[in-house]
């Protein structure tokens, strides 16, 4: 297995010089330095500005990008000292399924990630899958988060690849006067790079929750950002790389390089919990084969379903 390197540094980074956009072979680089005015740069967490040659540049002249975690997953195991399996039933959003660590469920094969979603009687679920994240082990604040994902395609499946703050004091949130829950989320939010649902084979979601004031409630409620990929095909008839920009002023969503959602972090609409922009603080990632929940339900004929991730990375700006 190749080891998950993280970097934190530019020993090894991938420069890019006025001009000269490059960067691993599966990812649109140019995409993420071109620019067209100033504000176009005020993204990246550095100081930049729009160079004549239609590039980012710093004060320097280059904008270096450096990899700071990244995994082909080529070898026999996940590593565990960056990822940890999320174990139990219906863990969010009423889901079907029961996560374990099981090889049955939890697999590298072929140089891939593999959560693999069965239909099972176990413990109390009929369905089990798999779900991990860097939580308490690696996060970030701002960067380029991005994955090359093959989804499923059996009904009830919903997989995403999402980030997730690792802290946040409960708040408040209601979706109605007589419906409150006090929890870490939506208020400290949350980032869909990109999720599927079953009944929607074609389009790829792309999503933001925070809380924000409802004056006539009175009280704060969920708001959400972001946008909807429609594809010719459907989206598990190949791999896709899946990436969001975040910086200071907004995040980015691209689908094999191309820009398709933006959400403004600087709205007013956004509360701040604590006085804290929740756009503002470290972020781990999460990547999970759900069944059912906020998918259609589950026909267990349907399964086994697969969702195979080719490699993650997340690269930062300096």
């Not at 729009?50 to 082909?72: A, L, M, N, R």
């Not at 991990?132 to 604040?141: A, D, K, P, Q, Y």
């Not at 093959?150 to 919903?158: I, V, Y």
């Not at 969920?222 to 920009?245: E, F, I, K």
Request: one cysteine or more.
């Amino acid at each position: 297995m190749r080891p998950v390197r993280l970097l934190s540094v530019a020993l090894g980074a991938l420069v890019m010089a006025c001009g000269e956009p490059s960067g691993p072979s599966s990812s649109s680089s140019s995409h993420w330095l071109s620019c067209e005015q100033d504000s176009d740069c005020d993204n990246l967490a550095v100081p930049a500005s729009c160079g004549g040659d239609g590039y980012c540049v710093s004060s320097t002249g280059k904008i270096e990008q450096s990899i700071v975690f990244e995994d082909d997953f080529d070898g026999e195991r996940l590593d565990a000292d960056s990822y940890a399996p999320e174990i139990g039933f219906s863990v969010r959003n009423g889901d079907a399924e029961y996560y374990t660590d099981r090889p049955e469920n939890l697999t590298l094969q072929d140089g891939e990630l593999v959560l693999t979603a069965r239909a099972e009687a176990y413990e109390e679920a009929m369905f089990t899958s798999a779900s991990i994240e860097t939580r308490g082990l690696h996060s970030w604040t701002y960067g380029r988060f991005e994955a090359r994902i093959l989804a499923p395609s059996g009904r009830g499946t919903g997989p995403a690849f999402w980030l997730y703050p690792e802290s946040g004091a409960p708040v408040r949130v209601c979706s109605s006067a007589s419906d409150c829950t006090e929890g870490t989320w939506p208020a400290w939010g949350d980032i869909v790079v990109m999720t599927v649902r079953s009944e929607q084979p074609n389009e790829i979601l792309h999503t933001s929750s925070y809380a924000t004031p409802d004056d006539a409630l009175g009280e704060l409620t969920r708001g959400q950002g972001g946008g909807t990929t429609s594809l010719a095909t459907p989206v598990s008839a190949d791999y896709h790389d899946y990436a969001v920009l975040w910086g200071p002023q907004r995040i980015d969503w691209f689908v094999d390089g191309e820009l398709q959602a933006t959400l403004d972090t600087t709205s007013a609409d956004i509360h701040h919990p604590e006085g804290i922009n929740p756009f503002t603080q470290p972020f781990h990632l999460k990547l999970s084969l759900a069944v059912g929940g906020l998918s259609e339900a589950p026909f267990a004929a349907d399964y086994p379903q697969e969702m195979r991730v080719d490699w993650v990375r997340v690269t930062q700006f300096e």
